[in-house]
């Protein structure tokens, strides 16, 4: 089972709301990942959760804020977003030794900010 | 600067004609490289990872293959549901243990019936 599952599926939300987007993975993997993608783009690498501790930041901006409760689940915290940060968010998993680097998808969330 | 360039855009077939999918990589230190397939809307779909010049995998009508520079995905006898965006990604050994990957814009083929 190569399964990572997300929700929700979309979602839309006010510039002054507050709303989470979670990530589960039952496959063992201990290194978990946040990208988002825009439309006709490539995803981009926003976190790196490695053993459920931030190891990568790409300089994302503090209303975005993830949160890896235990190895199977992670969160992303969403906090006076902007329209611009309307896209596809996409959380992945991998085993996180380093001789077996494959990454595996969830579906996504579609983020509307409006 | 690791970067990663996939050629065409944009590639139109019709069903049954072979073709072949860019992906022109520099990296300092190639620790993998990576092949997704893309529908609209969903998450990208593991198809192969190759780590090594030489190395092939195939995955029915899909043949990935790799060199120190670059790496194609041969589509043989293409079908209509072979239609999505392709995407290609490099893992960097100073990456650390973690997967994170640097994708390329993509391939975006069409397959005519």
């Known amino acids: 089972d190569t399964e990572v599952t997300q929700t929700p599926k979309h979602l839309v939300m006010g510039m002054t709301n507050k709303k989470s987007l979670k990530c589960e993975q039952h496959?063992?993997?201990?290194?978990m990942y946040w990208y988002k993608q825009k439309a006709k783009k490539p995803p981009e690498l926003m976190f790196v959760y490695s053993y459920e501790k931030l190891s990568i930041n790409e300089s994302v901006p503090s209303r975005f804020s993830p949160e890896c409760p235990n190895s199977s689940l992670l969160n992303l915290h969403l906090h006076a977003l902007q329209p611009e940060d309307s896209a596809l968010y996409l959380c992945?998993?991998?085993?996180?030794?380093?001789?077996?680097?494959?990454?595996?998808f969830g579906q996504g969330t579609r983020l509307t900010v409006v | 600067e690791d970067q990663v360039t996939q050629s065409p855009e944009a590639l139109r077939l019709q069903e049954g004609e072979s073709s072949s999918l860019n992906c022109s990589y520099t990296?300092?230190?190639?620790?993998?490289l990576f092949w997704y397939r893309q529908d609209p809307g969903k998450g990208p779909e593991f198809l192969f990872t190759?780590?090594?010049a030489g190395e092939e995998k195939e995955k029915e009508r899909l043949k990935a293959t790799l060199t120190k520079k670059e790496s194609f995905l041969h589509i043989t006898a293409p079908k209509p549901e072979d239609s999505a965006t392709y995407l290609c990604?490099?893992?960097?050994?100073?990456?650390?243990?973690?997967?994170?990957?640097?994708f390329g814009k993509g391939t975006k083929l069409s397959v005519k019936p």
């Open positions: 990604a490099v893992q960097s050994n100073y990456g650390g243990s973690q997967g994170n990957l640097i």
């Open positions: 190759l780590y090594s």
């Open positions: 496959m063992g993997h201990r290194a």
């Open positions: 990296v300092s230190g190639l620790r993998g």
């Open positions: 992945a998993s991998s085993s996180g030794h380093p001789q077996d680097t494959e990454a595996f």
